[in-house]
């Protein structure tokens, strides 16, 4: 399967800053990845589509311009949280589309204060 | 939204016994199905999966049953370890949203000796 990895891990930040979280795919070439949102005792939800060479498509209620996405290569996703609240903070995780099925990566742990 | 405080569902289970975990999902049009267990600060862990044209897969220690009449999938875990403590969440996708996955709500399982 896949190997994705996350980066950073963890991060705590200030009020009304921006934060970008990395997402590679190690041994896969990825055309698409996907960025979720977990909050605590919930499951999964689903944030955008992130697409090699496009843009990215958000599902319903995600904020465009506050989680910028881009996917500049087949190997890289970023997610950047603009102007970040500490209602932004969550676990936030993507998965890559393996050949087979989709592949988690670690998660990002963001801490808004 | 999200909801504050939500609890996940608790499956005790003491060691050496099998496990059940049930899910059911809404979308008709789901092929798909994922088993994935999440410990506690990590990313998702591919388990099994399985395609709608099949109602039963065997893994190691795994089985997952699909039961499309009703909507219904489950994951059976052998002779269940305290390895086994996590958070189980079934997913789905189909073909007209390839990628996308729709998690369940999560069923938390504790092995107890």
């Known amino acids: 399967g896949a190997v994705v990895s996350q980066h950073p891990s963890w991060v705590i930040c200030k009020s009304g800053t921006s934060v970008k979280i990395e997402c590679r795919s190690l041994?896969?070439?990825?055309?698409?990845m996907f960025w979720y949102r977990q909050f605590p005792k919930q499951s999964l939800m689903l944030m955008a589509t992130?697409?090699?060479?496009?843009?990215?498509?958000?599902e319903q209620g995600v904020e465009k311009d506050k989680f910028l996405i881009n996917h500049a290569s087949l190997t890289l996703s970023t997610l950047t949280v603009t102007s970040a609240h500490p209602e932004d903070s969550s676990f936030y995780i993507c998965?890559?589309?393996?050949?087979?099925?989709?592949?988690f990566g670690p998660g990002t742990r963001l801490l808004v204060l | 939204g999200e909801s504050v405080g939500l609890h996940l569902p608790t499956l005790s289970v003491q060691e050496g016994d099998n496990s059940i975990i049930n899910c059911a999902y809404s979308?008709?049009?789901?092929?798909?199905f994922i088993w994935y267990k999440q410990e506690s600060g990590k990313g998702p862990q591919f388990i099994i999966d399985?395609?709608?044209?099949?109602d039963k897969r065997q893994g190691q220690r795994v089985t997952v049953l699909l039961n499309k009449t009703v909507k219904h999938l489950s994951l059976q875990i052998a002779a269940t370890q305290p390895g086994d403590s996590a958070v189980y969440f079934c997913?789905?996708?189909?073909?007209?949203?390839?990628?996308?996955?729709?998690f369940g709500a999560g069923t938390q399982v504790v092995v107890t000796p």
């Open positions: 998965s890559v589309g393996g050949e087979e099925t989709q592949y």
């Open positions: 041994d896969f070439q990825a055309t698409t």
């Open positions: 992130s697409n090699e060479g496009s843009k990215a498509t958000y």
């Open positions: 979308n008709s049009a789901s092929d798909y």
């Open positions: 399985i395609r709608s044209n099949m």
């Open positions: 997913a789905e996708t189909g073909y007209d949203s390839w990628g996308k996955l729709q």
